[in-house]
C-alpha cells in the first residue's frame, strides 16, 4: 500500500460546510469597505525578502524567526508573505500611484505565511482583512479607519471586543523614549530572556512585544512612552482621541502596546476579543500609522495608515455565535421513472438558469432513496416527476417540513419557489 500524504502543518483545508463562514466575512468586509471608498488590491504570495527585512525589521519575530524564506531556482532570496502592509506598499511605489491621486484606500484579503508554534487560533498558513490609507497624516484618517473596523465587528455582530490605543512618537520624540527604555532596561538586564537581552540593543522596542512573562512584568514597569511625546505627536494623539468621541467608539489607551512590527510611528491600535475560545490569541486585529515606510523603501514621502484582522479568528468567533450561513437547496428533483430522467435533468437545468438552487441525484435509482438525498439535503420542496407530471405539464411541491402539497403548472415551478421564499423571508425566522 502506498504511504497517504498529508496537508503541511499548520495550513488547513477549507470545506464546505464551514466555508460558508469565510464567505459571510469576506463579502461583508468588501461591501463595507467599498462603503468607505476602499479598492481591493491582489499582490502575489511572494516577494523579494529585502522588503520584508527593510520594513518589518530584520529583529522582529516576524522576520527574524517566522518567514519561509527560500531561493527561487534563479538564486533570489524569496519568501512568502507575512503579512500585507509591505506588500501593498510596494506596489503603490511600483505603479507610482502618488502621482495619479493625493488619496489611496486600498483593501486587500488573502492568505499569509508565518512559521509559528501552532495553538488555537494561530497557524502558518492563516489569512488576513486589512487595509491602507495612503496620503492623509491628518488624525481624521486614523479615526475613520478605526470608525470602519469598529463597524465590520458591528456587521458581524461580534461583541466584548476592546479598542487598544497608543502612539509610539516620531523621530524627534522617540529617541529620547528609546534612551530612556534602553537605560532602564540595563538596570533590569538580569530578569530578561536571552532574546531581550540581545533586543536591548538592537530594537529596544521589541522587548516590550516579548511574549515571555517576565519580560513583559519588567516592560510594564518601565517608562511610558506618552509621557515623551512632542507637541505635534501629542497633539496628533489628543486630536484622535477626540475624532474618536465624535463617531461614539469606545477606547483605552494602552501605554505599552507597541505591536510586532517595526514600521509603526504614532498612531498604534489593537481590537482584542475577550472569548475563551481564542486563548491567549485574543488579538482580532491590529495596525497604525507608518508615516516614514514609503520613503524607507525608496518610494516618494507618503503619510499611511493601516490595519490586518486575523480572518481565521473571527471566523472562530462567528463559529462561537452558533450562526450558521448554509443556503440549502430550494427544491430536490426526484425522478420518478426511468423514462423521465432527461426531462428532470432539463427541468432542473432550466430552473438553475433561473436563479433557484436545485438538488437532483444523477444516479436516479429508487423514489425511496432518491427522497432520503431530498431530506439530507435540507431543500425546502421536492418535486416528483414521472410520466404523469410529464403528459399533463402538472406537479406538486412538496414541502419538506411537512404540510400540504402545492400543485403547480412544470412552467410555474421557479416563480412560485420565489414567492414561497418571500413569504418565508417576510415571515422572518422561524
Ligand atoms: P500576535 O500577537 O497574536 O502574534 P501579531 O502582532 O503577530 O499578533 P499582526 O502581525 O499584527 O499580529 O497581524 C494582525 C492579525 O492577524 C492578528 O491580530 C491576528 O488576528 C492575525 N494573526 C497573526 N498571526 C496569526 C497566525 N499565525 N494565525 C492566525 N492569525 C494570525
Ligand atoms: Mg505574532
Request: charged share 25%; glycine share 10%; proline share 5%.
Amino acid at each position: 500500500m502506498s504511504r497517504q500524504i498529508e496537508g503541511v502543518k499548520g495550513m488547513r483545508d477549507l470545506l464546505p460546510g464551514e466555508i460558508e463562514l469565510w464567505q459571510h466575512v469576506e463579502g461583508l468586509a468588501r461591501e463595507l469597505f467599498g462603503r468607505f471608498g476602499y479598492g481591493e488590491v491582489r499582490t502575489p504570495m511572494a516577494e523579494d525578502t529585502g522588503l520584508f527585512v527593510r520594513s518589518v525589521g530584520e529583529e522582529t519575530d516576524i522576520v527574524g524567526k517566522e518567514m519561509y524564506t527560500f531561493d527561487d531556482k534563479g538564486g533570489r532570496s524569496l519568501s512568502l508573505r507575512p503579512e500585507g502592509t509591505a506588500p501593498a506598499a510596494r506596489a503603490y511605489i511600483e505603479h507610482a500611484i502618488n502621482n495619479k491621486e493625493p488619496i489611496t484606500r486600498w483593501f486587500y484579503m488573502g492568505p499569509m505565511f508565518r512559521y509559528e508554534r501552532m495553538k488555537t487560533g494561530r497557524y502558518r498558513q492563516f489569512y488576513q482583512i486589512g487595509a491602507e490609507a495612503y496620503g492623509s497624516k491628518e488624525a481624521a484618517q486614523d479615526a475613520e479607519m478605526m470608525d470602519m473596523v469598529v463597524q465590520f465587528l458591528g456587521a458581524l455582530e461580534l461583541k466584548d471586543v476592546t479598542l487598544n490605543l497608543n502612539s509610539l512618537g516620531d523621530e524627534a520624540c522617540r529617541p529620547a523614549y528609546h534612551a530612556k527604555l534602553v537605560e532602564y532596561l540595563q538596570a533590569h538586564r538580569e530578569e530578561l530572556c536571552e532574546d531581550c537581552k540581545r533586543r536591548m540593543e538592537t530594537n529596544p522596542l521589541r522587548v516590550l512585544d516579548c511574549k515571555n512573562p517576565t519580560c513583559q512584568a519588567v516592560a510594564a514597569a518601565g517608562p511610558n512612552v506618552l509621557e515623551f511625546l512632542c507637541e505635534p505627536c501629542r497633539a496628533h494623539f489628543d486630536d484622535l482621541q477626540r475624532k474618536l468621541t465624535v463617531l461614539g467608539i469606545k477606547y483605552v489607551v494602552n501605554p505599552r502596546m507597541v505591536r510586532g512590527l517595526d514600521y509603526y510611528t504614532r498612531t498604534v491600535f489593537e481590537f482584542i476579543a475577550s472569548h475563551p475560545a481564542l486563548g491567549t490569541a485574543s488579538t482580532v486585529g491590529g495596525g497604525g500609522r507608518y508615516d516614514k515606510m514609503m520613503k524607507g523603501l525608496g518610494g516618494p514621502d507618503v503619510p499611511a495608515v493601516g490595519f490586518a484582522m486575523g480572518l481565521d479568528r473571527l471566523v472562530l468567533l462567528l463559529k462561537e455565535s452558533g450562526r450558521t450561513f448554509t443556503s440549502p437547496p430550494d427544491l430536490f428533483v426526484a425522478v420518478a421513472d426511468e423514462g423521465s430522467q432527461d426531462a428532470a435533468l432539463a427541468l432542473a437545468s432550466r430552473l438553475r438558469r433561473e436563479g433557484l438552487r436545485v438538488d437532483f441525484d444523477t444516479r436516479g435509482g429508487s423514489l425511496k432513496s432518491q427522497m432520503k438525498r431530498a431530506d439530507k439535503s435540507g431543500a425546502r420542496f421536492t418535486l416528483v416527476l414521472g410520466e404523469a407530471e410529464r403528459t399533463s405539464g402538472q406537479a406538486k411541491l412538496k414541502p419538506m417540513a411537512g404540510g400540504d402539497a402545492i400543485p403547480v403548472a412544470l412552467d410555474d415551478v421557479a416563480k412560485t419557489l420565489r414567492a414561497a421564499r418571500l413569504a418565508t423571508a417576510q415571515a422572518g425566522p422561524t
